[in-house]
């Protein structure tokens, strides 16, 4: 984790993180070098215990919101002064591109244009590693009632656009002035050609009757979530049930592509986007895998290109990128992707 308010209680907030049974690297105070704190692996029972210290959290700090508000509002309007995004950084090895975050993150600090929701002295990035993503976004929420905004990060993904840019986006002054909630970017689909072995990849007739194969949904894993969207998916048994039974087709049991984008548009499809923020390249992929950027095909054109979506904003992340990339994304950092 990473404050950027010196007065922060770090300490308090660290003996919270080492007493949930979770693995992380806090990337700390200047995001670099991630350490690594603890690396037990949560149970099920750890993580129904988190939830429920997370849901307990949530309820008692917005409890006294005014009823006639939409949630994810009032979710904010209880951290207005500064709500803050909270990055999970999905990783089984080092961040290779921790600079590049590092300065991504640093530049929030620079900014000094709106007093109240700015990321400057408020920010505080939280850089959670784990590769299970519910107990992830409980530990986010405990861990702060300013996190706002959840997003899922791997560590081949690099920013395209300056944090404030990503911040501005996301805090949409012109949603809030206009009474809207938040949504969540998080791609929806139900067009794959293999949906139905990956329905029936549990065996047949065993998502019924919680999920018809007409309710099952596929999408990208990298998806920024709000903090209502968040509460749902550790709110939810009922779904998560049936996702984490064990695989009889392994090769088309891929649950985090499943459950996150089935559940939401379940429980909400008016409150997201369908759309990830996050390009991908699946142009020749290989064995299910994406292309992978390599050093010389990173140009200041390539982050422009990798901008440009159908939707009406644009990509804020990219992947796969290869580790040895970090030296030309670097060289090009503040001439181009941190430009805005
Ligand atoms: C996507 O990857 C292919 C190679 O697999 C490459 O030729 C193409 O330029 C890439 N597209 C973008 C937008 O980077
Ligand atoms: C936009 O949509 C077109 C047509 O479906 C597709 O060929 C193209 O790859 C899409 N572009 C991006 C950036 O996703
Ligand atoms: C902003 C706020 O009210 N935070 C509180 C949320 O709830 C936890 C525990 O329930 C408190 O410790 C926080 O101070």
């Not at 400057?120 to 590693?129: C, D, G, H, K, R």
């Not at 067009?191 to 990956?198: F, G, K, N, S, V």
Request: charged share 20%.
């Amino acid at each position: 984790m990473v404050s950027f308010t010196p007065s922060s209680p770090l300490i308090p907030t660290l003996t919270l993180l080492l007493s949930l049974p979770i693995l992380y690297f806090f990337l700390a105070p200047h995001f670099l070098p991630p350490r690594q704190i603890s690396i037990s692996l949560p149970d099920e029972l750890d993580d129904l215990s988190l939830f429920h210290k997370a849901i307990a959290m949530d309820a008692a700090n917005f409890s006294r919101r005014p009823t006639h508000l939409p949630a994810a509002k009032s979710h904010l309007s209880a951290a207005l002064r500064r709500p803050k995004i909270a990055f999970l950084f999905l990783t089984n090895s080092p961040l290779h591109f921790a600079p590049l975050w590092e300065r991504f993150f640093s530049m929030s600090r620079s900014s000094t244009t709106i007093s109240t929701s700015t990321p400057t002295q408020n920010s505080e990035i939280l850089a959670y590693v784990n590769l299970r993503r519910a107990p992830l976004l409980a530990t986010a929420m405990l861990d702060d009632p300013a996190n706002a905004y959840f997003a899922v990060i791997s560590q081949h993904c690099i920013p395209l656009h300056s944090f404030n840019y990503f911040y501005n986006f996301l805090f949409d002054l012109g949603r809030l002035s206009r009474d809207l909630e938040f949504s969540s970017y998080i791609e929806i689909l139900d067009d794959e050609p293999t949906l139905w072995d990956r329905y029936n990849a549990r065996g047949k007739n065993v998502m019924v009757p919680e999920v018809q194969f007409d309710e099952f949904r596929v999408g990208s894993q990298f998806f920024v979530l709000t903090r209502k969207h968040a509460l749902m998916v550790i709110k939810d048994r009922k779904l998560w049930r049936k996702f984490k039974l064990p695989c009889l087709n392994v090769d088309s049991c891929y649950p985090e592509e499943h459950y996150f984008p089935t559940m939401l548009s379940m429980q909400d499809p008016n409150g997201c986007s369908h759309y990830t923020l996050t390009r991908v390249n699946w142009t020749d992929s290989v064995n299910g895998h994406p292309h992978t950027y390599h050093p010389p095909e990173v140009s200041a054109e390539l982050i422009y290109t990798l901008r440009e979506s159908n939707s009406s904003y644009s990509y804020m992340f990219a992947r796969k990128f290869s580790p040895d990339c970090l030296n030309p994304l670097m060289e090009i950092a503040d001439s181009v992707i941190f430009k805005d």
